[in-house]
Each structure stands twice: as structure tokens, then as C-alpha cells.
């Protein structure tokens, strides 16, 4: 067990529609990453959050958005979904700067159907 | 941008026998490497790690790798496989923006499959 926690384990949902994935870090964890785990995509960075803050951007789709609370746990919000959006998403997150090591959660599983 | 490049997409072996997979990566500056692996529906887990000083680092499971700086490499190695080590094994690089940013890049992963 990592101590990063996702919500929900699975989603299957229609196209057109809008999803919140949720994520909790490890206590003490100031920094939150997405990513998005498809079979033709690979591993691909989303967005980086850093207490409170965006930090870095990858390959996040416009239709993408995500953002950390006061409390440190983050939301990706994904709508108008498309059935290439179907995917495993992960959460991770890590601590001080300069600890480049990122621990993930367990993922939330995709499905737009 | 950096890049992570994994040379086998599937690695099928008995048990005991040795494993190596290959791992290159793109930058030519300071880099932080990284294996995780993924066991069949888990998340990633940290197997080891490298940041800096001695090229060959240990990880869990009796994993090892060895940062080889000529040649952009760090691959993964373990003398003896067992039926448990059936995963998918994903080489990253971290791509550090300055500061708290940066993100990790990585390969397209080697499905590991031992047989018993």
C-alpha cells in the first residue's frame, strides 16, 4: 500500500459525459501528478499540482482539467468523453523538492462505453 | 524532451533462469532513473532508483540495475527469476523542470512472463 488513495476503482460511462476522478496523497505529500495508462498511448504524464498550485503540464487534453484543494487531494475532471478516453488513470504524489520519487495509487479504470 | 526507450515489448522465461532488460534514455545532463513495476491489476511500485554516486543500485525482490552514463543505459537485472516476478516492468526518467516541478517520463514497459 502506497498511502495514495483513488476514487472510484472503476467508471464506465457514455460518451458526452463528464467524470471526476479523485486522489489523496500520502500525508505530508505537497505534490500530486496524473497520469493516463492506455494500451496504445502507453504511460503519459497529465498535469502536476504542487500545494495548491499547476506546476507542469504534459499531453492533457483541453477537455481535461484537474485541480488541488487546501487539503492537498486533487480532482481530475474529464468531460465531453470520447471512447479513446477509456483508459487507467493514476494518481501519485511525492514530497520535498528535490525527492523526485512519486508513489501511485492504485488507479481509477476508465471505461466510456 | 526526454525520451525512455524499452528494446523488448514481451520477455518470456523459465524460472531461474536470468533476467536483463534494456533501458535507454535521451538526456545527456543530470538524470534520476527510475524502475517500477506493475503486477497484474496493481499499481506501480518503486523497485529502485538512481540519483547519483555508485552506478549499480539494489532494489527490492533481489532486483539491481547499473547506470552506464556512455551509453544512456540503466538496465534492470536479477540472477534468478521466480514465477512471482510475472509483471510489467516500466523504466523511467525523471524530467525536472526546476524546483517542485518536473514530471516522470516513461517507456512503453516489458511484460515479464515466467514460466514455472
Known amino acids: 500500500d502506497s498511502g495514495v488513495t483513488q476514487t472510484p476503482k472503476h467508471l464506465i460511462t457514455a460518451t458526452g459525459q463528464r467524470v471526476t476522478l479523485r486522489c489523496s496523497p500520502r500525508?505530508?505529500?505537497?505534490?500530486v501528478y496524473w497520469y493516463q495508462q492506455s494500451l496504445d498511448q502507453g504511460l503519459q504524464f497529465l498535469i502536476q499540482y504542487y500545494n495548491g498550485e499547476e506546476r507542469a503540464k504534459g499531453n492533457i487534453l483541453e477537455r481535461f482539467s484537474a485541480q488541488q484543494f487546501p487539503d492537498l487531494h486533487s480532482e481530475l475532471n474529464l468531460s465531453s468523453l470520447e471512447l479513446g478516453d477509456s483508459a487507467l488513470y493514476f494518481c501519485?504524489?511525492?514530497?520535498?523538492?528535490?525527492?523526485?520519487?512519486?508513489?501511485f495509487g492504485p488507479g481509477t479504470r476508465l471505461t466510456v462505453t | 524532451a526526454q525520451s525512455v526507450s524499452q528494446h523488448n515489448h514481451h520477455v518470456i522465461l523459465s524460472e531461474a533462469a536470468s533476467l536483463e532488460l534494456g533501458c535507454n534514455y535521451s538526456?545527456?545532463?543530470?538524470?534520476?532513473l527510475f524502475w517500477y513495476v506493475q503486477y497484474p491489476g496493481q499499481h506501480l511500485q518503486l523497485l529502485l532508483k538512481y540519483f547519483s554516486g555508485d552506478p549499480l543500485v539494489k532494489g527490492i525482490k533481489g532486483f539491481e540495475a547499473e547506470f552506464i552514463k556512455s551509453k544512456f543505459s540503466f538496465n534492470l537485472r536479477k540472477p534468478s527469476v521466480q514465477w512471482s516476478d510475472t509483471a510489467e516492468y516500466f523504466c523511467a526518467v525523471f524530467q525536472n523542470y526546476g524546483g517542485s516541478q518536473g514530471n516522470l517520463i516513461f517507456g512503453k514497459g516489458t511484460k515479464l512472463s515466467v514460466k514455472p
Open positions: 500525508s505530508g505529500d505537497l505534490s
Open positions: 538526456y545527456g545532463g543530470t538524470v534520476n
Open positions: 501519485a504524489s511525492s514530497g520535498d523538492r528535490g525527492s523526485y520519487e512519486q508513489y
